[in-house]
């Protein structure tokens, strides 16, 4: 079975999880262009590496970011967004 | 045994023909590079050759050809699609099909076995009639059918899905049909390299040149070739591709599964799919039961299988037909989908000049096949797209112009 650690929770089955896609910064949308509005809106960085991304611990509603390479599978870290150094070893 | 075979196994050499000619390295340069020997990359490379009479093209596979989602595919082909713009193409692509094994002079068993979508809500019935009447009006085969009708075409099938999730309608589609997909590939490429051009198995495109937003050249590990076409046709490796000439797209991979089991007696003559018990099945010539189930729920970009899926799927099968509790499945395997937000293709043009695409095939694009091949060769002929695939631009994004096909293409491929 594939794990996942949740900040909050600890380590739990995938099953718990759903993915919440790619950790973004919109652009700020006083000042940038129409074309950069809708390639935020649309495009994602699809080539497979090292991702930050966000996740989601349904049973108890916790939204987190998991660091995670999109190739190998192999979470490196997980942690409540903003509080990087609380980090736990996370998919071992 | 008939004399042709009986020669083939006497003979010492083994003089079976081959379907193409090997060649040692690639020229120094081509008018078009083709990356990519799936079924889509080869059938451009046939209909160039054969339509446009554009032969110095050359198809470059990194693996062998048929080795990507064309061999992984579970090989329904239909055009019961929800937008008019995807019924208009999806049908286009079901009668090249429908003579394809005569024009390739290769069995593809191509077998017409209608095909259901099963309907367990209201919400799914009111998307069936939905499509129905989109299809119908654009002059395709589907209409709503009740439980009786299914019942005749499947008596194996228990309508009451287990009391869990009783089935109320579905969506019936006459030219369903499926195939088989390698013979799909090895049959363009026949044709491609009968017609002159080149096949390289094991080449690897690495770097894609670009001068002043022009395409000349392409990198590989059999050295640099120049050219001043170039089509991406790499499905699952797309983002790959795209990032060599830093062209962005709303492109994410998502692994597919699918699995068979033991070969049995024939007994499931349609194709049926369930949208609420995220399952579709169809049995194959060889009487297996090819079956698959949505996608992958999170992003990676390789072919490893998982239990749970075999799990889930298997157990929404016997809620259909509690009787094959004792059939084996016998092989999994997966394949990289190249996921749209609108679950439909990105074909055509791009900012690059000379660089095209034909990507965002996802879970749908065995059955696109022959006409995003003959679409793509029209594009790369006249560096214009033609009408039938303008929906499906990499600029209907920044246009906020999409074509939105999930509720046909999300489970039923
Ligand atoms: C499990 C599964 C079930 C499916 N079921 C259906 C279905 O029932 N009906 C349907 O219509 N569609 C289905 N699909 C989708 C369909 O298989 C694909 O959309 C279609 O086969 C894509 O064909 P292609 O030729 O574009 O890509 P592929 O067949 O994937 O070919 C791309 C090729 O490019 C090569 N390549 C990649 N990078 C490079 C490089 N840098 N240099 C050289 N070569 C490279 C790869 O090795 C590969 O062979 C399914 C897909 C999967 C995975």
């Not at chain 2, 082909?77 to 394809?100: M, Q």
């Not at chain 2, 000349?216 to 795209?242: D, H, M, W």
Request: glycine share 10%; net charge neutral; hydrophobic share 35%.
């Amino acid at each position: 079975m594939k794990l996942l650690t949740c900040p909050m929770n600890g380590t739990r089955p995938l099953s718990e999880f759903v993915f919440g896609g790619e950790y973004r910064q919109a652009p700020d949308q006083d000042t940038c262009t129409d074309a950069q509005w809708a390639a935020f809106v649309h495009n994602r960085s699809g080539a497979p590496g090292d991702k930050k991304e966000w996740w989601y611990h349904s049973p108890s509603g916790t939204w987190f970011i998991a660091e995670r390479n999109t190739l190998t599978d192999k979470v490196t870290s997980t942690y409540l967004l903003g509080q990087k150094d609380t980090t736990q070893e996370a998919g071992k | 045994m008939p004399l042709r075979l009986l020669k083939f196994a006497l003979s010492k050499e083994h003089p079976a023909p081959r379907f193409f000619k090997s060649h040692e390295t690639p020229k120094k340069s081509y008018d078009v590079v083709i990356i990519g020997g799936g079924g889509h990359g080869l059938a451009a490379a046939y209909y160039l050759a054969k339509d446009h009479g554009i032969t110095n093209v050359c198809v470059l596979e990194k693996g062998y050809i048929g080795g990507g989602n064309t061999g992984r595919n579970t090989t329904i082909v239909r055009s019961n699609y929800l937008t008019p713009e995807g019924v208009n193409f999806y049908d286009a692509s079901v009668k090249i099909y429908e003579g394809l094994s005569e024009e390739l002079d290769l069995n593809l068993f191509y077998s017409t076995r209608g095909h259901f979508t099963l309907a367990h809500t209201e919400s799914a019935m009111r998307t069936m009639r939905w499509r129905a009447e989109v299809n119908k009006h654009v002059g395709v085969e589907s209409r709503v059918v009740g439980p009786d009708e299914i019942a005749k075409a499947c008596p194996q099938l228990d309508l009451s899905c287990s009391g869990q999730a009783p089935i109320l309608g579905a969506l019936f589609h006459a030219p369903g049909s499926v195939a088989r997909h390698d013979g799909v590939a090895w049959g363009y490429a026949r044709g491609a390299d009968r017609l002159g051009a080149e096949i390289y198995q094991n080449t690897e495109v690495l770097g894609i040149d670009v001068k002043n937003g022009k395409v000349c050249g392409v990198k590989t590990n059999k050295g640099y070739i120049e050219t001043k076409q170039v089509l991406s046709a790499v499905a699952g490796f797309t983002p790959r591709i795209t990032e060599m000439v830093d062209l962005e797209t709303p492109i994410v991979i998502h692994p597919l599964q699918a699995c068979v089991t033991e070969p049995m007696k024939p007994w499931l003559n349609t194709i049926l799919v369930s949208g609420s018990l995220h399952v579709y099945v169809s049995q194959s010539s060889r009487g297996e039961l090819v079956m698959g189930s949505s996608l992958d729920p999170y992003e990676v970009h390789s072919t490893r299988s998982t239990l749970d899926f075999v799990e889930g799927l298997t157990s929404h099968m016997l809620d259909m037909f509690p009787f094959l509790s004792n059939v084996k499945v016998v092989r999994q395997w997966a394949g990289m989908a190249d996921m749209t937000p609108d679950f439909a293709p990105i074909m055509g043009k791009t900012p690059i000049e000379g660089f095209y695409l034909d990507a965002g095939w996802g879970t749908w694009g065995f059955k696109a096949t022959p006409i995003s091949g003959k679409t793509m060769a029209q594009t790369i002929a006249n560096d214009s797209a033609p009408d039938l695939i303008h929906s499906f631009r990499l600029s209907r994004f920044e246009d906020y112009e999409l074509t939105g096909e999930k509720g046909a293409a999300s489970v039923g491929h």
